[in-house]
């Protein structure tokens, strides 16, 4: 079984939206854990919007990178650009480092149509990240 980590800088959306649709899609495959360099708490658009589309990310936690010292990663995926650039060594040598950087939509300020569109869109983005990352590297 294989082990993914996928960061993000709070670990509140993005990358719990990675962990949710790459779990999905992987199946018994890997076990798919997401962290971030800081923590934010997990976001309630993230959970409304993944539930939308019949995943469920609602008992997930805001981990730190940390928490998870010793674990041998097979893949790690940063899926923000300050991740990416401030991330903490990882001591992972045999690790395949993937970086995606998907819109925050988190930050959008708008209409509550606005901000659903954002997260639909960021969504659908990440959605079809996850399924092409299953296929290729988890099957």
Same mark, same amino acid.
């Given at each position: 079984?294989? =082990?993914?980590? !996928?960061? &993000? @800088? #709070? =670990?509140? &959306? ?9 779990? +999905?899609?992987?199946? =018994? @495959? ?10 934010? #708490? ?10 939308? %589309? #019949?995943?469920?990310?609602?008992? +997930?936690?805001?981990? +730190?990178? %940390? ?6 990663? %097979? /893949?790690? !995926?940063?899926? &923000?650009?300050?991740?990416?650039? +401030? &991330? ?13 950087? /998907?819109? %925050? ?5 708008? @209409? ?9 869109? @960021? ?9 092409? /990352? ?6």
């Amino acid at each position: 079984m294989k =082990n993914v980590l !996928i960061l &993000c @800088t #709070g =670990n509140s &959306c993005r990358s719990q939206m990675a962990q949710g649709y790459i779990a +999905h899609f992987a199946g =018994n @495959t890997a076990q798919i854990y997401s962290a971030g360099i800081e923590t934010h #708490g997990l976001n309630t658009n993230a959970v409304k919007f993944m539930a939308e %589309d #019949g995943i469920d990310i609602s008992t +997930h936690t805001s981990n +730190h990178v %940390d928490e998870y010292e010793g674990i041998a990663w %097979d /893949f790690i !995926i940063t899926v &923000c650009d300050h991740a990416n650039e +401030h &991330c903490p060594y990882i001591p992972a040598p045999s690790a395949k480092r993937l970086h995606q950087n /998907f819109t %925050d939509p988190s930050k959008v300020q708008g @209409t509550e149509a606005e901000i659903a569109a954002a997260f639909r869109s @960021t969504r659908e983005e990440i959605k079809a990240y996850s399924k092409d /990352f299953a296929a290729t590297y988890l099957s």
